[in-house]
T-cell receptor, first 112, second 117 residues
Framework: GNSVTQMEGPVTLSEEAFLTINCTYT??????LFWYVQYPGEGLQLLLK?????DKGSNKGFEATYRKETTSFHLEKGSVQVSDSAVYFCALRSNTGNQFYFGTGTSLTVIP | GAVVSQHPSWVICKSGTSVKIECRSL??????MFWYRQFPKQSLMLMATSNEGSKATYEQGVEKDKFLINHASLTLSTLTVTSAHPEDSSFYIC?????????????FGPGTRLTVL
């Protein structure tokens, strides 16, 4: 079946620190992989995505590479800002349907 | 582009009443809409998938008579929580999916916070 396992939080970092949030997946076939971000009191926003192996998604300084050999899609940012404080969700979409599968979310707090 | 709205954003109701939540895709036609429920500090739980003009497909454990979903057009889906009880209090999020071109992904609404007294 399809599932996503995400690093548990909460994560607290100082401004300008390096961020890694681990995400691994189990899927049949060749899924597309996503990172979504949820700011307090808001819905989810797409942060970045990758649709095939070795693709790198990037946006707002965040990056994640689709690693088929390790079934991973870890999120990284070289220098976090206070405004990056949010909950981050890793997700996959099966190539056999429209359904998304979400990880449990990782709460990030960046302190000045 | 690709904006999904939800209405209302926040609702408080008495136990036993019904509440309707609307989800609209504002600038594209959504072949499929999804309804999720999110508990505090938890991930999204898919409740049901609805395709325009057909009955919704509910996930295991979700009561279809309790959570009525109607997808009457390609831009509107509604979720009605019937005879709401305090345990139904949650954050409900919809998403819309067109499945083609630049809309070949899910776009999420801002969510509706339901509080049942």
């Amino acid at each position: 079946g399809n599932s996503v396992t995400q690093m548990e939080g909460p994560v607290t970092l100082s401004e300008e620190a390096f961020l890694t949030i681990n995400c691994t997946y189990t899927a049949t076939g060749y899924p597309s992989l996503f990172w979504y971000v949820q700011y307090p009191g808001e819905g989810l926003q797409l942060l970045l995505k990758a649709t095939k192996a070795d693709d790198k998604g990037s946006n707002k300084g965040f990056e994640a590479t689709y690693r088929k050999e390790t079934t991973s899609f870890h999120l990284e940012k070289g220098s976090v800002q206070v405004s990056d404080s949010a909950v981050y969700f890793c997700a996959l979409r099966s190539n056999t349907g429209n359904q998304f599968y979400f990880g449990t979310g990782t709460s990030l707090t960046v302190i000045p | 582009g690709a904006v999904v709205s939800q209405h209302p954003s926040w609702v408080i109701c008495k136990s036993g009443t019904s509440v309707k939540i609307e989800c609209r895709s504002l600038d594209f036609q959504a072949t499929t809409m999804f309804w999720y429920r999110q508990f505090p500090k938890q991930s999204l739980m898919l409740m049901a998938t609805s395709n325009e003009g057909s009955k919704a497909t509910y996930e295991q454990g979700v009561e279809k008579d309790k959570f009525l979903i109607n997808h009457a057009s390609l831009t509107l889906s509604t979720l009605t929580v019937t005879s709401a009880h305090p345990e139904d209090s949650s954050f409900y999020i919809c998403s819309a999916y067109a499945g083609q071109g630049s809309y070949n992904e899910q776009f999420f609404g801002p969510g509706t916070r339901l509080t049942v007294l």
